[in-house]
Nanobody
């Protein structure tokens, strides 16, 4: 099974920046879509941004112009550059991968979706 490991969360002041990273480990052949979701206390998990293997991106309206998603297909890693952060961005950020082809032993496997464990982002003065 493929594992997703996030890093880069933390505490930042309003107006500051953070960069999140998520690396997928395993004998990965390809990942169709990688992305970031977030969940604030008492709220449902929501889409932040996604990026396809070809580089097409999609952002939620709340982060457009402030956040930038990118990926390194060779490293199976996705990044989220977050600028102009505000208290409303405080949440646990989850990495997501969809359409994962990987080898388990000699068998080619396919997972529809996988999630990371989450990383906390807190924006506060």
């Amino acid at each position: 099974q493929v594992q997703l490991v996030e890093s880069g969360g933390g505490l930042v002041q309003p107006g500051g920046s953070l960069r999140l990273s998520c690396a997928a480990s395993g004998s990965i052949v390809s990942i169709n879509v990688m992305g970031w979701y977030r969940q604030a206390p008492g709220k449902q998990r929501e889409l932040v941004a996604t990026i396809t293997s070809g580089g097409s991106t999609n952002y939620s309206d709340s982060v457009k112009g402030r956040f930038t998603i990118s990926r390194d297909n060779a490293k199976n890693t996705v990044y989220l550059q977050m600028n102009s952060l505000g208290p409303e961005d405080t949440a646990v950020y989850y990495c997501n991968a969809e359409g994962i082809r990987y080898y388990r032993g000699s068998l080619l496997r396919y997972d529809v979706r996988s999630w990371g464990q989450g990383t906390q982002v807190t924006v506060s003065s």
